[in-house]
C-alpha cells in the first residue's frame, strides 16, 4: 500500500524559502496524482496546489500561493515537492501531501475526498 512521508517543514522568516518533499514508498506513486494540502492554527485544511499523474502535466496552485509556491514532481526520486518561495506569517501550517488515482494524467484534485493516501504532516512556521 502507497504510503506517504513529508518533509523539509521547520522555522523561516517571512521572505524566506523553504522545499518540502513528499516521499512515496513505492514506485506506484507515478500513477498518482500528488497534492499538498496546510492546516493553520484554528482554520480549516485547504488545498495548496496539486500536479497529475505521470509527467505531471497539469498542476493548479491555489490563489493564496499562486506565484510564491510550485508544485513539482521526480518519479524517479518517488518524490513530490513543494517549491515555497517568499514566505508569508500566513504560511504557518502543518502541510500534508496526499495523492489520489484519477482517469486521467492531466487532472489533479485538491479535495479532500478525492485523495486516497494521506501522509502525516510537517509543520512550517513562518516568524520574524
Known amino acids: 500500500q502507497l504510503q506517504l512521508v513529508e518533509s523539509g517543514g521547520g522555522l523561516g522568516q517571512p521572505g524566506w524559502a523553504l522545499r518540502l518533499s513528499c516521499r512515496a514508498s513505492?514506485?506506484?506513486?507515478?500513477?498518482?496524482?500528488v497534492a499538498w494540502f496546510r492546516e493553520a492554527p484554528g482554520k480549516g485544511r485547504e488545498g495548496a496546489a496539486c500536479?497529475?499523474?505521470?509527467?505531471?502535466?497539469?498542476?493548479t496552485h491555489a490563489d493564496s500561493v499562486k506565484g510564491r509556491f510550485t508544485i513539482s514532481r521526480d518519479n524517479d526520486k518517488k518524490t513530490v515537492y513543494l517549491h515555497m518561495n517568499s514566505l508569508e506569517p500566513e504560511d504557518t501550517a502543518i502541510y500534508y501531501c496526499?495523492?489520489?488515482?484519477?482517469?486521467?494524467?492531466?487532472?489533479?484534485?485538491?479535495?479532500?475526498?478525492?485523495?486516497?493516501?494521506w501522509g502525516q504532516g510537517t509543520r512550517v512556521t513562518v516568524s520574524s
Open positions: 513505492e514506485f506506484t506513486l507515478i500513477y498518482y496524482a
Open positions: 496526499a495523492a489520489s488515482r484519477t482517469h486521467s494524467d492531466y487532472v489533479c484534485y485538491m479535495s479532500d475526498g478525492a485523495q486516497d493516501r
Open positions: 500536479i497529475s499523474s505521470n509527467a505531471g502535466s497539469s498542476t
